[in-house]
């Protein structure tokens, strides 16, 4: 019954009371330290930062209390200049919270440098497809007295002999020298025929 009597007692009502203002008030506090240290309503939009330089996008992100973040440099691109960035993550116009790092990948100065294969001696339409596979372009195309018709001969760059294993910027123009198939087969042998001619008329 002193159970009983106390529960409807003022002292217990005045006491619960209290309670739970204080626990009314501890939830609000807790929400509002958290609204603070996350920033749960704080919404900035990423700017479009593709074809940016990093001069520029560190402007960008620094004014818009961004951080950068550049991932490894992606395959080249001619339409966007050198250095500047081709890819961004998140994307430009999405909604993050402050000091959210924006992943970038930028342009890199050139095409990478592929190596020339051997394909000395091959057919015009052996040769053609492999350069071509490896992103060269085929230039100029002049002939030669030799006997292998089509036979690639030499392959320049501006001006350049190349040789096999040369590394050459991929999307380069590559001119080829071919066979007329007008030679004869002193010509193939590069004048060895005359040589050894000449040393069996010796030993004779």
């Known amino acids: 019954m002193n159970i009983f009597r106390f529960l409807f007692s003022k002292t217990f009502v005045k006491q ?3 309670a739970l203002l204080i626990l009314v008030a501890f939830v609000f506090i807790v929400k509002w330290w958290l609204g603070n240290t996350t920033n749960h309503d704080q919404r900035i939009a990423v700017p479009d930062l ?3 330089t990093l001069d520029v996008v560190d402007q960008e992100l620094s004014n818009a209390n961004l951080r950068v973040f550049i991932l ?6 001619p339409d966007y200049p050198k250095y500047s960035v081709i890819e961004q993550n998140p994307a430009a116009g999405k909604f993050v919270k402050e000091n959210r790092k924006i992943y970038l990948v930028l342009n890199p100065s050139g095409y990478r440098k592929v190596k020339i294969p051997n394909v000395i001696s091959k057919t015009r339409r052996q040769a053609e497809p492999t350069l071509n596979a490896l992103g060269f372009k085929i230039g100029k195309i002049t002939y030669i007295d030799h006997i292998g018709e089509d036979e690639l001969r030499e392959m320049y760059h501006k001006g350049k002999r190349l040789q096999p294993g040369d590394l050459l910027e991929k999307t380069a123009t590559i001119d080829l020298v071919l066979g007329n198939g007008k030679g004869n087969y002193r010509d193939a ?3 060895d025929t005359d040589a050894q001619n000449n040393d069996t008329d010796g030993g004779n």
């Open 189 to 191: 042998l590069g004048g």
């Open 50 to 52: 593709k074809g940016m």
């Open 72 to 77: 490894d440099s992606s395959n080249y691109n």
């Open 16 to 18: 619960l009371g209290l």
